[in-house]
């Protein structure tokens, strides 16, 4: 079966790709299976200097799904591109970087100074992690301050630029049409709900930071819905993502409009998870009719 | 080489108040290095547990893991049966170093969950030819477990918060009292009791093993971080550089 879509600047042999902060910069999961299986690769953020992230726990369990609190450590953009991209280049998988930032100027300094890296396909400009002080999701709720940042990066940018939108707002398809305005490539949906976790015991938040990031299968209903939502209203390329665990999830996020789509957490509960979801993925289009994933995409919408 | 693996349990047992030993058969068993954990699924968790490996038998391709029951997971654990399987990502972490060092005596200081590594640490010193002397720390008479086990490894002495066993205390009350020389001591036990010890032993070689909420549990989601000594702007993580760490290179608390 086909699998394969064709993306700007990303051509995939199949639609399944890890999320970033799920995948580090590909090292580890190399050691239990080949990269060169996956439809693409999205690594960890990258920010001007290197950033420690926040005190610890950063993470806790809920109930089917988790909070995360990392604070976007990473060795900063310069070492990701000498350090940690070089070892991708070997596998046949466009790589994803993932743009950060807390000021306009920082995320136009990552991506230009991404522009020099031979080893990324297209940028996934995050402006929704929810787990910085200054900055992050800032620019990923108010429209206006969206637009700025993504003018600015695909002014700056060689590569294609994904806008990765934050659930944490009202109406979606006003910040998806924001972006597209100003000349976005394509949008990536959706990034943490931020959350909290009390322990009974210590009568305060599990996470140090207080508050963090929910992911895992409890955000999927929302991230289908907000991806329906903006395919209603779009003609977009959408990589979709939230609580992905089986090939039929994908199948869902595919109904819903996605192009593609992301898988974050369930890694950690299975390192296998994506190659498993793209062995089965032929077989769940088959069973419920599609011949190929781009037979399946968007065909959830329901016309009155 | 990390993978993952359904493993059956061969043996379940409770072996003190709410602990349980835990034997699962594994090809890899021969590789697992003392110090290492294994990453354990938890049917209907989203996140798995570490639990310490405790002992490697070798011959029969096993290895044990002693843990006691915390929260749900630890719970439904326990609630497990011989010829049950287990989902497990294994070896992870790094592990005391022993083939790197020099040694004669060692001192083993563990605290509640963090006893249960050190015994398979103190089994592969003693054939080595290792002196090794044991300091336990637990809760009370009920939670003590594995003195025998430690008696045959060396001198052995058992701490109680509450005073029903041993001596009332800390295992630093103990350690002040042993006035035997040591090249090495090998602590594994709740954060400020590793920071007693460190503190305490400050002028001797260590290695300390920590513990931290993980994500991933193989390096690439940054959960598990740890400061570094020497610069408190720079981190490892536990889950990948530790969770065996050298005592002076990780800033405590
Ligand atoms: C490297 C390492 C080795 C360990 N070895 C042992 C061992 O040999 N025996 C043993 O009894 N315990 C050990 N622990 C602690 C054990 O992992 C926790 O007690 C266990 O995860 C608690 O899970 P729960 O579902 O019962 O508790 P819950 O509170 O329900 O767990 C909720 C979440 O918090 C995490 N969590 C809670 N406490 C801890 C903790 N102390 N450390 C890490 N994560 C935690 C859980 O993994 C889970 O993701 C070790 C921890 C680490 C990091
Ligand atoms: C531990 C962790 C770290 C993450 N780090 C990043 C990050 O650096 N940049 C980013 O855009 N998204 C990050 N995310 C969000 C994921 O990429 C993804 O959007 C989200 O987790 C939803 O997908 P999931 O439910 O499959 O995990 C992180 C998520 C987790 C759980
Ligand atoms: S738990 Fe993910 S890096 Fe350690």
Do not use: W
Not at chain 1, 103 to 119: M, P
């Amino acid at each position: 079966m086909n699998l394969a879509v064709q993306l700007p600047g990303l051509t995939l042999k199949n639609p399944v790709m890890p999320a970033s902060g799920c995948f580090g910069f590909g090292k580890e999961y190399s050691e239990f299976y080949d990269l060169n299986t996956l439809g693409a690769i999205i690594v960890k953020a990258a920010t001007g200097e290197a950033r420690y992230g926040n005190p610890t726990p950063r993470v806790a369990e809920t109930s089917s799904g988790m909070l995360n609190a990392i604070g976007l450590q990473n060795p900063g953009v310069e070492k990701i591109i000498t350090d940690e991209l070089p070892f991708l280049r070997p596998f046949d998988t466009p790589v994803i970087a993932n743009v950060a930032g807390s000021t306009v100027e920082e995320y136009v300094h990552v991506a230009t100074t991404l522009n020099k890296s031979q080893d990324i396909a297209a940028l996934e400009l995050n402006i929704s992690c929810p787990n910085v002080k200054e900055g992050g999701v800032q620019f990923g709720t108010n429209p206006e301050l969206a637009k700025e940042v993504t003018y600015k990066v695909k002014e700056a940018s060689n590569f294609p630029v994904y806008v990765k939108l934050s659930p944490n707002v009202s109406n979606i398809t006003t910040m998806a049409k924001a972006v597209v305005d100003v000349g976005a490539d394509g949008l990536s949906m959706i990034n943490t709900l931020t959350g909290m976790q009390i322990n009974l015991k210590k009568r305060a938040p599990i996470i140090a930071n207080k508050t963090g990031g929910l992911s895992g299968p409890a955000i999927k209903p929302i991230a289908i819905r907000m991806i329906y939502e903006v395919r209603q209203a779009l003609d977009v390329p959408i990589i979709g993502m939230g609580g992905i665990t089986t090939a039929e999830d994908v199948v869902e996020f595919l109904l819903a409009g996605a192009n593609a789509v992301a898988v974050g957490t369930a890694n950690f509960q299975n390192p296998y998870a994506c190659p498993e979801i793209i062995e089965q993925l032929p077989q769940v289009l088959s069973e419920y009719g599609f011949s190929s994933v781009a037979d399946a995409i968007g065909k959830g919408h329901v016309h009155e | 080489m990390i993978t993952k693996k359904r493993l059956e349990i061969i043996s379940h047992l409770q072996i003190a108040e709410a602990t349980f030993e835990v034997t699962v058969k594994s090809d890899f068993a021969a590789e697992l290095k003392p110090g290492q954990f294994v990453h354990i699924l938890v049917p209907g968790h989203m996140l798995r547990r570490p639990i310490s490996i405790a002992n490697v038998d070798r011959e029969q391709k096993t290895f044990t893991m002693i843990f006691k029951i915390f929260g749900e997971g630890t719970k439904k654990l326990s609630e497990c049966r011989s010829g049950d399987y287990l989902d497990i990502i294994l070896p992870c972490g790094s592990h005391y170093p022993i083939e790197e060092l020099e040694l004669e005596h060692a001192l083993l200081v563990g605290g509640g969950i963090g006893v249960p590594p050190l015994y398979y640490l103190g089994q592969q010193l003693k054939e080595k030819g290792v002196k090794v002397t044991s300091v336990l720390g637990f809760q009370g008479k009920s939670h003590v477990f594995y003195e025998e086990k430690f008696q045959q490894l060396g001198d052995t002495y058992i701490a109680t918060n509450d005073g029903t066993y041993g001596k009332k205390g800390f295992v630093t009350d103990i350690i002040k009292e042993l006035d035997q020389p040591m090249d090495y001591y090998f602590s594994c036990g709740p954060t400020p009791m590793l920071q007693a010890v460190t503190t305490l032993l400050a002028n001797e070689k260590g290695y300390i093993s920590l513990e931290e909420r993980m994500g991933c549990g193989v390096g690439t989601c940054y959960a598990c971080v740890v400061p570094l000594k020497n610069d408190p702007t720079k981190n490892k993580k536990i889950c990948k550089d530790g969770p065996v760490f050298y005592a002076n290179e990780v800033l405590l608390g």
